[in-house]
Each structure stands twice: as structure tokens, then as C-alpha cells.
């Protein structure tokens, strides 16, 4: 069973809009981190939380909004659309913020 | 910031052929990072491969291994005998001793293992 869930897999969004990804996680961890992975550019750091109080924002755009409603729930809210926010979005956990991170499987947004 | 580069953007080895990836950091804080190998085989997700959090020490999985070079500041990838099932994108990252959990990431190697 996929210890990490990210919804949904594949998101087409027009410009302008707003969308939310989804990302649980299932390993009782504290830790949970969002990622960014551009075409032909290497995995960025977005957030990371634990215990739902954020760590460290990364992004430089307010258009990012993480959303922890419950401890293994590490949403993404992004606002206005753009067709630079094409990318594959990775959510992560760990234990706590120095352990091990596992990647959840992504979903890809295309921004039209 | 902090930067990690991996030169090979993509490698190709023949079965039982020895491998190295290659990574070098660069890092802002004053202590030593922690460095990571993650690695993504086709149609999985990403997964740890192996870490070393201590200057001089080396980590190993798989059959592969790597070392924590501090002076070199690299922490390069290898294997004596790579198999086909080793093909897959190799990412070298590194994380600071700041208490954010962040991770910076190379842009990655794929390797492909000829038969």
C-alpha cells in the first residue's frame, strides 16, 4: 500500500486559476516538505512543516500556500495560475526534520 | 545558497562494468552537511539510496558506495559492477544542519546499464 498519496496524479489547470494538491501520509511522521521539479531542472525545495507549524518557505511567491489540517495532511494551494508553475510537485515526509525523507509519486501540473 | 552539481548529465556502462556518478557541493552553513544519494528507478518514486552525515565516513547500499570528501567537498557515486536493474536517475543532494529538513538537489544522472 502507497505510504504517501499525493492527489491527483496528472492536473490541467488554465492560467489564472487556482488549484489545490493533495498529499497524505501514512508513516507517523512529524515532518512533511513540498517540492518542485521544473522541466530539465533539478528537485527545489517549496515548505517544509512539522508538527503543522512551518519551517521554512522557500518560495518567493505568495501564490503558494501550504495547508495542514491535520498532522498527516500537507496540502498545496497555488493561486493565479501561471504557465511557469508547470511541474511535477513532490510531497515528502520524515520522522522529524533531520531523518530520512520519503517522496510521494507526484503529480504533475500543466499549466495552460 | 547551497548548490550541488552532478557534471553527467547522462551515463551509459555495459553489465559488470565499474561506475562512477560524479558530485560536488558547495555549502553555506559552517558545519559540515549531510550528503545523500536518491535514486528513481522507472515507473517507482524517488527513494533514499544512501546518506553519510559525517565528514571522512562513507555510506553504502546496494552495492554502491560513496565518501564524504570535505576537503574535495565531493561525495562521487560508485559501483564495481553495475547490473541492468540499475538503470535509473541518481540524484546526489545535501542538507545543512539547520533545522529545516531542506533538501538541495544535483540535476540528476541517468544511468543506463547495457545488457
Known amino acids: 500500500d502507497p505510504k504517501i498519496i499525493q492527489k491527483p496524479k496528472y492536473l490541467v489547470a488554465v492560467t489564472g486559476s487556482e488549484k489545490i494538491l493533495i498529499c497524505e501520509q501514512y508513516?507517523?511522521?512529524?515532518?512533511m516538505y513540498w517540492y518542485r521539479q521544473s522541466a530539465k531542472k533539478p528537485l527545489e525545495f517549496m515548505f517544509s512543516?512539522?508538527?503543522?507549524?512551518?519551517?521554512d518557505n522557500q518560495t518567493a511567491s505568495s501564490r503558494f500556500q501550504p495547508q495542514s489540517s491535520k498532522k498527516n495532511h500537507l496540502d498545496l494551494q497555488i493561486t493565479a495560475l501561471k504557465p511557469d508553475d508547470s511541474a511535477t510537485y513532490f510531497c515528502?515526509?520524515?520522522?522529524?526534520?533531520?531523518?530520512?525523507?520519503?517522496f510521494g509519486p507526484g503529480t504533475r501540473l500543466t499549466v495552460l | 545558497g547551497d548548490s550541488v552539481t552532478q557534471t553527467e548529465g547522462q551515463v551509459t556502462v555495459s553489465e559488470s562494468k565499474s561506475l562512477i556518478i560524479n558530485c560536488t557541493y558547495s555549502?553555506?552553513?559552517?558545519?559540515?552537511?549531510?550528503l545523500f544519494w536518491y535514486v528513481r528507478y522507472p515507473g517507482e518514486g524517488l527513494q533514499l539510496l544512501l546518506k553519510?552525515?559525517?565528514?571522512?565516513q562513507k555510506g553504502s547500499s546496494r552495492g554502491f558506495e560513496a565518501t564524504y570528501n570535505k576537503e574535495a567537498t565531493s561525495f562521487h557515486l560508485q559501483k564495481a559492477s553495475v547490473q541492468e536493474s540499475d538503470s535509473a536517475v541518481y540524484y546526489c543532494?545535501?542538507?545543512?544542519?539547520?533545522?529545516?529538513?531542506?533538501?538541495?538537489f544535483g540535476d540528476g544522472t541517468v544511468l543506463t546499464v547495457k545488457p
Open positions: 515528502a515526509s520524515s520522522q522529524d526534520w533531520d531523518r530520512e525523507q520519503y
Open positions: 508513516l507517523g511522521h512529524n515532518a
Open positions: 543532494a545535501l542538507s545543512e544542519s539547520t533545522n529545516t529538513g531542506k533538501l538541495t
Open positions: 512543516y512539522s508538527y503543522q507549524k512551518l519551517m
Open positions: 553519510v552525515i559525517t565528514a571522512g
Open positions: 555549502a553555506t552553513s559552517i558545519g559540515y552537511p549531510n
